[in-house]
């Protein structure tokens, strides 16, 4: 099993070009499932993930080209979900096992076909993320949903889901994602209220619409969608990753350095900016000749201020960055508070940042983090793949060496962050076997 050895105590400075964005490139992979024709997707990061996405779409019958750019960082799909349905409309277990995502084929599923089977998915162990609110919203269109030995076998006895008018219980991105793409084919007018407006949310939306989809309402917390016939085939570059970019903004601040990250929307990460900026960093939005830019400043022996935060559906400070901001605040001067509202599970990084030398306590939902605190190197293990970026950035501010073990789960969201890493200065090596 691989795991990466990082020797701290360098400042990062250069420039990182920032990968597409893994939870925008899921969905928009599940969407081609919707139309007969080709769709073509860019920017989709080189990730296992995505690789998992695609053979899903293959195993239901989907021809997947691939074409890999020169650094491996990204690739192209040419996705034809003409012969789906010829050999059944079954997405397997041994595949939909390792990645929650794969439940996003069921909405588009049954809106083109009337019928499918959908392992029960799995994914990070960072609390739980039912999916009742994506089978109770298409159990509103019409579908008929049981579940049978580990598998939502769902159909749609009049042959085509109907449109509804409907409010989340609560915000959900996956939820909003699958109502959405079932409703471009329903029958009828859907209004879902109290939708996610998270940025992947309006990537796929104008994907739809790209594919012929009638969608009012995109980026707001209301989605009206006017059912349609029949969608066609597009091409359809994928936004850059907010969360990797976050990553990067967070290394720099921890560890030091003026790294410019190429072709990220400031927006996305206006909550994350907001509180580096607050914490002393300096950040810098510009247009590059590859779209937007941003660039973070923080020299050696400049403190970090102590800043609460509060994680939230977006607008707001995302869950996804949490950890990552952890790692950041324990080098920050004073008292931190950290407030997980999303997942119930998602501190199980805490650990192991104590284990490198971090002063911090859990209470519930809540982190207290003291600092700064110094950090020696030492031996961790990644418990989910936003913990394992962690454990990267402390890697990179503790004395010594740190090892991460246990990196796959890293590999499934993030391409080549070692390279991308070293392209900017940091001491970190990716060694194959070790413990686990």
Same mark, same amino acid.
């Given at each position: ?6 020797? +701290? ?50 195993? =239901? *019958?989907?021809?997947?080209?691939? @074409? ?38 069921? *909405? ?43 598998? @939502? ?13 409907? &409010? ?43 594919? *012929? ?24 570059? /994928? ?24 072709? @990220? ?10 509180? =580096?900026?607050?914490? +002393?960093?300096?950040? &810098? ?22 800043? !609460? ?18 790692? /950041? ?7 931190? /508070? ?25 209470? *519930? ?9 110094? =950090? ?14 962690? =454990? ?12 991460? !073990? ?26 194959? +076997?070790?413990?686990?």
């Amino acid at each position: 099993m691989d795991r990466l050895v990082i020797t +701290g105590g360098t400042a990062l400075r250069g420039r990182i070009r920032v990968s597409g964005a893994k939870n925008a490139a899921l969905p928009c992979i599940a969407a081609a499932l919707l139309t007969e024709e080709t769709v073509t997707l860019r920017n989709l990061p080189a990730v296992a993930d995505i690789r998992t996405m695609l053979r899903v779409l293959e195993a =239901l *019958g989907c021809g997947v080209e691939r @074409v890999a750019d020169e650094a491996g960082f990204e690739l192209s799909a040419a996705i034809s979900a003409q012969a789906v349905g010829d050999g059944g409309l079954q997405a397997p277990y041994d595949l939909v096992k390792t990645m929650r995502a794969s439940i996003l084929v069921l *909405g588009p599923l049954l809106a083109r076909f009337g019928r499918a089977s959908v392992s029960l998915p799995g994914g990070c162990a960072i609390g739980a993320r039912p999916v009742n609110m994506h089978l109770e919203g298409l159990e509103r269109m019409g579908a008929a949903i049981l579940i049978d030995k580990g598998y @939502v076998e769902a159909s749609v006895p009049g042959g085509r889901l109907k449109a509804i008018d409907h &409010t989340f219980d609560k915000v959900s991105v996956g939820a909003t994602e699958n109502l959405l793409m079932a409703a471009t084919l329903a029958e009828g007018t859907t209004h879902l209220r109290n939708a996610a407006v998270e940025p992947e949310i309006g990537d796929l939306a104008r994907l739809l619409q790209a594919m *012929g989809a009638a969608i009012e309402g995109i980026d707001t917390g209301t989605l009206v969608v006017h059912g349609v016939e029949r969608l066609h085939g597009c091409e359809h570059a /994928v936004i850059a990753d907010r969360i990797e970019a976050g990553t990067y903004l967070c290394a720099v601040a921890a560890a030091g350095g003026d790294v410019v990250l190429d072709r @990220v929307r400031p927006d996305d990460v206006r909550a994350l900016i907001d509180l =580096l900026e607050r914490t +002393g960093c300096v950040l &810098t939005e510009r247009m590059g000749q590859d779209g937007p830019q941003l660039r973070i400043q923080r020299e050696l022996g400049q403190k970090l201020r102590a800043k !609460d935060v509060t994680t939230a559906p977006h607008p707001a400070f995302p869950t996804d960055l949490q950890a990552q901001v952890m790692a /950041v605040l324990t080098q920050a001067s004073g008292i931190s /508070v950290i407030k997980e509202t999303i997942f119930e599970n998602r501190f199980q990084h805490a650990m192991e940042l104590e284990r490198l030398g971090a002063n911090l306590r859990i209470d *519930g939902s809540t982190a207290i983090i003291a600092g700064p605190a110094p =950090l020696t190197g030492c031996t961790v293990m990644a418990t989910d793949l936003r913990a394992s970026a962690a =454990l990267i950035i402390a890697g990179l501010v503790a004395s010594g060496e740190t090892t991460v !073990d246990r990196i796959y789960h890293l590999d499934r969201g993030y391409a080549g962050i070692d390279r991308k890493l070293q392209g900017v200065g940091a001491r970190i090596e990716r060694v194959s +076997g070790g413990s686990v």
